[in-house]
Nanobody
């Protein structure tokens, strides 16, 4: 499975960004997909997860109500719509795939990772 993340950038607080993760390599129908992020000096943390089919969504408390994860099976993509961005959202964002539909928010439970895309939110 290959994952390619895109859509990051430099924005101001309150702005929006949409991240996309293009998946290829095999059928992902029994996979769980996720977005994680890692800020400088911090550990990688869970942001949002979803089943490839589009259901079973979970969000970190810090982004609930502001971020929305979605999947488009026809386009083989998973997206993260980020609204009302805050400076504390600044991080490298990674998409990931897990070879199981079982819920897990632990980065180590995910088997495949994209290269990451930088999101910087200025105050």
């Amino acid at each position: 499975v290959q994952l390619q993340a895109s859509g990051g950038g430099l924005v101001q607080a309150g702005d929006s960004l949409r991240l996309s993760c293009a998946a290829s390599g095999r059928t992902l129908s029994s996979y769980r997909m996720g977005w994680f992020r890692q800020a400088p000096g911090k550990e990688r943390e869970f942001v949002a997860i979803i089943l490839w089919s589009g259901g079973s969504k979970y969000y970190a408390d810090s982004v609930k109500g502001r971020f929305t994860i979605s999947s488009d099976n026809a386009k083989n993509t998973v997206s993260l719509q980020m609204n009302s961005l805050k400076p504390e959202d600044t991080a490298v964002y990674y998409c990931a795939a897990r070879r199981s539909i079982v819920v897990s928010t632990a980065p180590q439970a995910y088997d495949y990772w994209g290269q990451g895309t930088q999101v910087t939110v200025s105050s």
